[in-house]
Each structure stands twice: as C-alpha cells, then as structure tokens.
C-alpha cells in the first residue's frame, strides 16, 4: 500500500504544477477503459515527467530528504532502477512520465484495499522492464502472461496497446492478483469496462481527474467518509478532480453522475489561526483531538454526536490556545455525575490542569489548563464547550484564580456565541506550521508522539489550506485549497 500511496502524493504534487488545458481526452481516458467495473475508485495522471525538474519537483525531493518520507517505497524504487539499468528520474520518466492510472478494489467485498497500476510506455521500456527485472511466468490468463517480479512480490502483466502505439503495462502486488486477472478480463472482452464518463465530470482544466466510491470501512479516504457521513447514511461516489494556477491547487468534488457545478466558497486561514474546523462534532474528536493526544479532554461520560460542532486552533498571548464546541448526547447530567441540569449560562465554568504528554507539552507548555462547561440552550441539543490554554504566570506563591486563567476566558467569549448550524465541513488551516509544532525540536529525540514522518509530513508543504464541503441529503459537492510554498532543493 506504501507504493500506491507514493504515486497518490507524489504523481499529483507533480502535476497539479501545471497549469496547462489539454483536451478532455487526456489524462487515462483510454486507460481508464482498461479497468474493470467495480472498482472503488481511479484516478488518472499524465505527462509527469514534464514536471520531474520544475520547481515544485525540487520541492518534493527536499520534502522526501527532509521528512524521510515513504523511506521504504524509495529504496524499493532505487532496487527497481538499478535493475532496470536506468537513474531513478529515467526509470520515473520511463514507467510512470508518461500516462498512468491508478486504480483501487476490494475483492467481493473484503475490508482489504489492492491496488493496480496501468501506465503507458514506449516499447523499449517494455522490454527493457520485462528482460531486466529477471521476470518469472506465473500463469497465461486470457491468452496474456502474467510475469512476477521481486521474488514474485509484485505482478506484471501487458495489456493491449493505446492508439497511439503505446505498449500498456499492468502492475500489481502479489496479494492483488484478482484484480489484475479482472482487468485483463476487460482486453480480452470477458468482463465489463469501467465507464469512462466519470472524467467528463471536471473541468477541462483539470490536471488529475479520478472517482471514489465511499465503502464505509477504512481505507484510502476512510477519514473523509467518517467526516461526510454517518453509519446509517447512504454514501454517494464522487468525482475527483484537481486544477492548479502557480502554486495554487485546487481539488473538487461532486456526484460522480452530477454536473461539475462550482463548488463552495473557501476562505483562507485569519492571522494567527492555525486551524478551524466546523463539521461533526464525533469526527473533531476522532480526527483531530485524539490525534494530537487529547483524548482526555472529553470528561468521562460525554458522548459527542455528528451534530455540527466547531474547533479553533490559534496562536495566543502565552502560546497555543485551543477552543472547541462538541455536541453531546443526552441526558447530560446523569451521564457525567452531575446533581442537576448544567447551567454553563450562568457561569458554572470547571478548571483542571491538562494532563502532561510529550504532545501536549510540545504544543500547549508545561502549566496548560483546561476549562470547560455545558450549555443546555435548547431541549436536545446539549454542548460541551472546552478550551485549552498555558495558565497565568504568577509571582511566588501565589493562587491563580479562575478570572486569571486564559482558558476560563476562552470559554466564557464562547458562552455567548450561537452555535453554528451549516451542515457539511468547512474550515481552514496552515499545515506546514501546525506539522512543526508536533514535531518540535525539543521534543525530537523523545520520539513524534505517534506522528509519522512519512506521507503525513506532505504538510510542510503546504502553507495555507482551506475547504468548504456541502453534504446534502443526495449529494456532496465541495472545494479545498491549497497554498504551496516552495522549498530549495539543499
């Protein structure tokens, strides 16, 4: 799966440099006709190695340098190019510069995700690739033989050639022998092609074109599932698409049988903030709180909803300051020990000391605070409102009192705000800042708190981002954006 995700990050930071149009049969349309229905998704990905020594290529290479990004795929694909008799560019250029498509399934439907590859390549890297790589014949399938690779870790097979005279080649991991057989199926006219039409979908400017079917359970885009819909929803396939101006990308989203209407509104990250969200309270919790080792910051008893809650991440007078509104199940009271209905109107504020990790003191100090309250506004719609914050700096021996505390006042300016009420997922962020504050350099040697320098450092590229998602009753359109900011190649 680390390949795959290696051409997901890398293919598409490269391509969504370019801003070129091309015509809207670019980009895999005729290899997306090589893949078989029934795959969760695809997307397609042209003329990368255009790109290979651009300015945002220079950037990846030190993001890869820098990070230790996907470590293992690299070494993978420096074995690859050694035994090919090629530079690692000339084996990129050659296998993956020219038209690629990257597809994913689940076989008859199992939680594991497989992944194939179909790439368009000149002849001489055909054959260069099928007599260099000391390929093994497993089986003939469909009148076509399928070839192991790496001691038969990987599957290679060839498939019909484009107009164009393009040799096709079909590569897959070992464990995904299903999905490579069902696509050489489609060649030979015995199993059904995946409709192209999906591709129609994005703008004519699109530089990556794709579709994804939500399944549910984990996987590539499980995070974005969790967040768009709930266990009892029914999910809707999108379109994927990215378009880029300069440093400037662009992804889309819509029903994969939809028109590519204009996506919402974004709005970039106001100074100081490094992330807002608004979305399903339960998903703020699971995707962004957990995470960062603030697990505990729920009171024991609370269970937060989908209903729409709000997270807001800034830079403080004292450090990072954190504030959030999570809606919760009721009945409340009972739930966390309480004697009676809560009342945060009326100021009934709690403060308790954060408890210590190596996460929490890299991002909040060592004398963070917690304070939190409940708000019963309205039958049915409980909230659960926190804040994080560093405590008041004292003189010696000296009490601080709950009016001192920064995280005290967070909660009672959030106290007289409405609750937001859209639906969907909105809200905006600065990657590359939030990705070196859990990583801080005091905190390198203790170990990154279950942060992973590998595709997640993808952040400290980004400088600013912003997404605004609708989710309706029948469909989800949506727009994130974002800023790049170039890195030098050291």
Request: hydrophobic residues 45%; glycine residues 12%.
């Amino acid at each position: 799966m680390r390949f795959a995700w290696m051409i997901v990050a890398v293919l598409a930071a490269w391509i969504c440099t370019c801003s070129r149009a091309n015509a809207s049969d670019a980009y895999g349309s005729e290899l997306f006709g090589r893949l078989p229905q029934g795959v969760l998704g695809a997307f397609s990905f042209d003329d990368a190695a255009s790109l290979r020594n651009s300015e945002l290529g220079a950037t990846v290479r030190t993001w890869m340098n820098e990070q230790g990004a996907l470590a293992e795929t690299r070494r993978a694909w420096g074995l690859l190019s050694r035994r090919l008799g090629v530079d690692g560019n000339e084996a990129f250029d050659g296998l993956l510069g020219g038209s690629t498509v990257l597809a994913f399934g689940r076989r008859d439907g199992g939680e594991r995700v497989d992944w194939i590859v179909l790439a368009a390549i000149d002849s001489a890297m055909d054959v260069r690739l099928l007599q260099r790589t000391r390929a093994v014949p497993r089986k003939i399938a469909y009148g076509r033989p399928v070839l192991g690779l790496e001691e038969e870790s990987f599957l290679l097979s060839t498939l019909p050639p484009l107009r164009d005279g393009r040799s096709v080649v079909a590569l897959a991991p070992a464990g995904a022998e299903w999905l490579l057989l069902r696509t050489i199926a489609v060649s030979a006219g015995k199993n059904e092609a995946l409709d192209g039409a999906v591709l129609r979908v994005a703008p004519t400017d699109a530089v990556v074109r794709g579709f994804w079917k939500p399944s549910g359970s984990g996987g590539l885009f499980g995070d974005l599932e969790r967040w768009l819909w709930g266990p009892s929803e029914r999910m809707q396939a999108l379109a994927i698409w990215a378009t880029a101006k300069g440093t400037t990308i662009e992804i889309g989203l819509c029903p994969a049988g939809g028109e590519p209407a204009a996506g919402p509104r974004t709005t970039l990250p106001s100074d100081g903030v490094l992330l807002d969200v608004v979305g399903p309270g339960s998903a703020i919790v699971s995707g962004v709180l957990d995470r960062a080792g603030l697990v505990g910051l729920v009171p024991e008893g609370a269970r937060v909803t989908r209903r729409t809650g709000e997270l807001l991440v800034r830079r403080g007078p004292d450090g990072i300051d954190l504030g959030a509104r999570l809606p919760l199940e009721e009945p409340v009271a009972h739930a966390l020990g309480l004697e009676g209905p809560p009342v945060g109107e009326e100021g009934q504020v709690r403060l308790r000391e954060l408890s210590e990790t190596r996460a929490s003191r890299s991002i909040f100090g060592p004398r963070a605070q917690v304070a939190w309250t409940l708000l019963t506004h309205q039958p049915g719609h409980a909230e659960l409102l926190l804040a994080v914050a560093s405590g008041p700096v004292l003189g010696a021996g000296a009490e601080p009192t709950e009016t001192e505390s920064p995280a005290v006042q967070i909660v009672g300016q959030a106290i007289k705000r409405r609750s937001p009420m859209a639906g969907g997922l909105r809200g905006s962020a600065r990657p590359s800042e939030l990705w070196e504050l859990l990583n801080a350099p005091s905190e390198a040697a203790a170990g990154r708190d279950g942060t992973d320098a590998g595709v997640a450092s993808i952040a400290t590229m980004i400088d600013q981002a912003s997404w605004a998602v609708d989710a309706g009753l029948n469909e989800v359109r949506g727009r994130i954006r974002l800023e790049l900011r170039l890195l030098a190649d050291r």
